[in-house]
């Protein structure tokens, strides 16, 4: 372990992890070890950074343990301070953030790799900072050749890997119509979660009217088109396809006229907090997968979400609503004659790459979607209900917002904590995540409004513990294929990770570091 905080703007390393000591960071440089000077591994050389040496030492010293700390030389560098950060990103390819919450601490990160000279990841998963970074530095980035990705981890790359691979069962002439996931969390102990996330969804609460400001200042544009795309035919429909494949179902819904005073205050909170003009909670258990699962409807987000909206000469490739609201896009002159997606073309890639690439992209069908939280008992929904009413109620103003993040614990019902979990809780946590796709045999069944859905296709995307594990893995995989593939992958621009990673090898990656991806089912609806 070397300290150098004065290194010569010439030096170079592979990647930088800034954040290291943090609750993610730390699981980030362990998982990144695996990968360092083994002979297949583009990962040659590495730098920690943070503000707090002496931490970063710590970090580097668990993150070997039982091994001695390798030679890896340690950083400073502060969000605070830009010039510290325009210094990490002249040194490296490759910036690793890890530093959250994102809205308070990302964006000068982002800056300084634009325009300092390196690529960018993080693991963020909050909508707001991720859709405003897009809106100020996606055309400096594509002008600099510098690629800019967020949500490299848990949010939301099992997310949309997970819909892909569900889209892509679908073989022609068979074709989605609208895939529903659910994500249980599953535990031999308890599940703690992130502190970062829970910090992070409160301050998402409290500036939820900045994030529909900035979705309303750039205008709507052509999407997919996906029959059925009502919010009430939705539902009915569901409830009638989901009876004759006898699976049971349990619906309620919110309203003024059915439900206890207590439910429809909470759901005009709802809809005032998230600016809809409809809202609805149902609860379910489906029998094939054997989890409960809550939703809440918003009239706005059941069809798909865009990221940004920037010049005529663009075009939608496929949408999908993933846990973070992302959309993918393509620009129009990638898309074939005939209108199917080609994906983005990489800065240098080869003809064979490129028909790879196409290849993959027309495999790739656009689809509702949306994700839910399951869980084996209706308790387990019940404590993800009342989590959401005390950061959705207490989120929008100071005092409670104070409560929420001095007493994590209490409010989130033991869920979240100030210390994070054991490292015996971590390793005791899974996840597994259900990818339930609805659609027709044939695409010339389709008929707006009158065609009747007859096929299902189920898929499963499962793995470790999802915030210091599975999140880890994923980032430093497509930090590998970054370093790897980048002649494949666009010359720059800023982008969620499916339309980018989407085509190269990462879900195998990703399967043979312990994340799985399998077909559960495949069959007919019964008529």
Known sequence: M??????????????????ASGFTGKYVVREALKFLNSPSSPLKTIALAGRNPTKLAETLKWASHPNPPPQIPILTADTTDPPSLHRLAAQTKLILGCVGPFRLYGEPVVEACVDSGCDYLDICGEPEFMERVETIYHEKAVEKGRLVISACGFDSVPAELGLMFNSRQWVSPAVPNRVEAYLSLESEKRVVGNIGTYESAILGVANVEKLQELRRSRPRRARPVVSSTSLLHWVMLSVSVRTHTHTLH???????????????VFVSLLKR?????EAAVYLKISSSIDVYSVCIFYSWSFSFQRTNDRTPEEDWSLGCEATIGRFYRCPKNTHHSDGEPRGLP???????QIEGREAFWSTVKPAHFGVKIGSKSLLGIFRFISVGMFIGLLGKIAFGRWLLLKFPS??????????????????????KMWFVGHGFSDSSLVAPGKAKLDMEIITRVMGPEIGYLTTPIILIQCALILLSQRGNLPKGGVFPPGIVFGPTDLQQRLQENGISFDVISKGALSA
């Open 346 to 352: 990489g800065s240098n890639e080869s003809a064979e």
């Open 250 to 264: 349990v619906y309620i819904y919110i309203s003024r006229l059915t439900c206890p005073v207590i439910i429809d």
């Open 410 to 431: 209490f409010f989130s019902l033991g869920w979240f904590r100030e210390k994070g979990p054991t490292e015996d809780e971590v390793a005791s946590a899974t996840f």
């Open 2 to 19: 070397e300290e150098t905080q004065n290194q010569s703007p010439t030096t170079t390393y592979d990647l930088i992890i800034l954040g």
């Open 273 to 277: 907090f998230l600016g809809c003009r």
